[in-house]
């Protein structure tokens, strides 16, 4: 998978007063930028739509007869339960909810916690209260998450901690700060910014041995992050876990759950069987470029 844009009028002008490296770098991070900026205005008009809990409702089983469902997949796939990030909402994952459901995903939610929590367990708590009300409701026994920066923290101390790897299959995390996070210090003000510090009591019980861990972990990080310092805290690193770690190239951090090629990533992700996934863990993961 490649992340690909229009190339801006300036380049030849930045290749010439640059070293060619450099410039590679400069114009790579001019267009992630422009598109972050992109990206923020337009969650900004969806943002109130996603204010609210969406709707609850027991999963529709596809008609044969209905030509836009009679070329997905059959075969029974785990609910998607979707977790945004911090000082969010659901509606950032309308496009993946889109790729998700036409490709096969028949029961995919959502979860918005309050924009004033205040701390990660209780978060935590709240998404495997979620998650066992979907089961009981669906029917299935294990539920794949996606979460989003905090969302993905979110669902890992869910998984590590709270015993969620008896429900969660494969857990996906975009742009998540899984050894914590040094930028904008100024935002300390908020009790969850700093459980998502690097040190925090928090991120300490996630460093604890967790032995049988049986949820596969898949850790989208961009090399282009601006709210990862450093970088590869959003890669997931502990002997005790199955993780494949997936290096992403060329855009920042709003435009991780919301580019095409990433949610090709992540069907992927969702869709490898176990054996396959530690496969390509073992082989340092997938890369994105």
Request: charged residues 20%.
């Amino acid at each position: 998978m490649k992340v690909t844009g229009a190339v801006p009028p300036f380049l030849p002008l930045c290749q010439r007063l640059l070293p060619s490296r450099l410039a590679d770098l400069s114009v790579a991070l001019l267009k992630a930028t422009a598109l972050e900026i992109a990206i923020l205005a337009g969650h900004l008009l969806l943002y109130p739509s996603g204010i609210t809990q969406e709707r609850r409702t027991a999963p529709a089983l596809p008609s044969q007869d209905d030509p836009d469902t009679a070329q997905l997949p059959t075969e029974t796939k785990p609910p998607v339960v979707l977790l945004h990030g911090f000082i969010d909402n659901r509606s950032v994952f309308v496009l993946l909810r889109r790729s998700l459901a036409q490709h096969g995903r028949q029961q995919v939610e959502s979860l918005n916690y309050s924009p004033l929590t205040c701390d990660i367990r209780s978060a935590a708590e709240l998404l495997g209260r979620h998650i066992e009300e979907i089961c009981a409701r669906t029917g299935s026994r294990q539920v794949d998450v996606v979460g989003h920066s905090l969302g993905g923290l979110i669902a890992r101390y869910y998984v590590q901690c709270l015993g969620g790897d008896l429900r969660v299959r494969t857990l996906v995390t975009l742009g998540t700060p899984h050894s914590g996070t040094r930028v904008v210090p100024l935002a300390n003000a908020h009790p969850i910014v700093r459980q998502m510090r690097p040190g925090s009591e928090v991120l300490e019980e996630l460093t604890r041995p967790a032995p049988g861990c049986r949820t596969h972990f898949v850790s989208f990080w961009s090399d282009l992050d601006h709210l990862m310092d450093p970088l590869e805290t959003a890669c997931v690193d502990h002997p005790d876990l199955m993780v494949q770690n997936v290096r992403v190239s060329g855009i920042g951090h709003l435009a991780l759950p919301v580019h095409p090629a990433v949610a090709t990533g992540i069907r992927q992700a969702l869709d490898t069987d176990r054996t396959g996934a530690e496969a390509a863990a073992q082989a340092d993961g997938l890369t994105v470029a």
